[in-house]
């Protein structure tokens, strides 16, 4: 049996992180209820003297990740071990009107542009080439690992 590699442990747990993010708990104000009397050690103490506050917020959930209500700034990254290898596709609003998509690799690189295209389209487009990063990299990764498993059991001899 092969050892099981702790990065595709942290890999796994950070890619199903981003594709179901946990609700954000937010906190909204709502009306507060005063009491109208309280006690202390048994003595009667009248509201107009100490009055309690008592405030009950009310949660509603909301996504970590915001929906995107303008294309223009939209942006996933690929998968990958070093952010100098790593691809970015962004998605930027022209002076014409339209959108296009900047792709870049790593932090430093100028990018490829592609477009122009609808704002629907443009998020589309870097959606499907993140996606496909994803598929290649785990494609890649699983290549890997069957090769390196397969050289364990030639090196021991067992082939």
Do not use: N
């Not at 946990?22 to 048994?42: D, S, Y």
């Not at 792709?103 to 998020?123: L, Y």
């Amino acid at each position: 049996m092969s050892e099981i590699d702790p990065t595709d442990h942290a890999l796994a747990t950070i890619a199903s992180i981003l594709e179901h993010p946990e609700p954000v708990l937010v906190v909204r104000e709502t009306e507060t209820v005063t009491v109208t009397e309280m006690v202390v050690a048994g003595e009667h103490v009248a509201a107009d003297e100490h009055p309690i506050v008592d405030e009950h917020p009310v949660v509603e959930e909301q996504p970590l990740v915001p929906e995107h209500t303008d294309a223009d700034g939209y942006s996933k990254v690929g998968p990958g071990p070093m952010v100098a290898i790593r691809l970015k596709w962004t998605v930027h609003h022209g002076d014409d009107g339209q959108y296009y998509v900047h792709e870049t690799i790593g932090e430093q690189s100028v990018p490829v542009i592609s477009g122009p295209m609808t704002s629907e389209a443009a998020v589309h487009s870097v959606d499907a080439h993140e996606d496909e990063a994803h598929r290649r990299f785990e494609e890649l990764r699983s290549e890997i690992a069957g090769r390196s498993s397969l050289a364990d059991y030639e090196r021991k001899g067992e082939a």
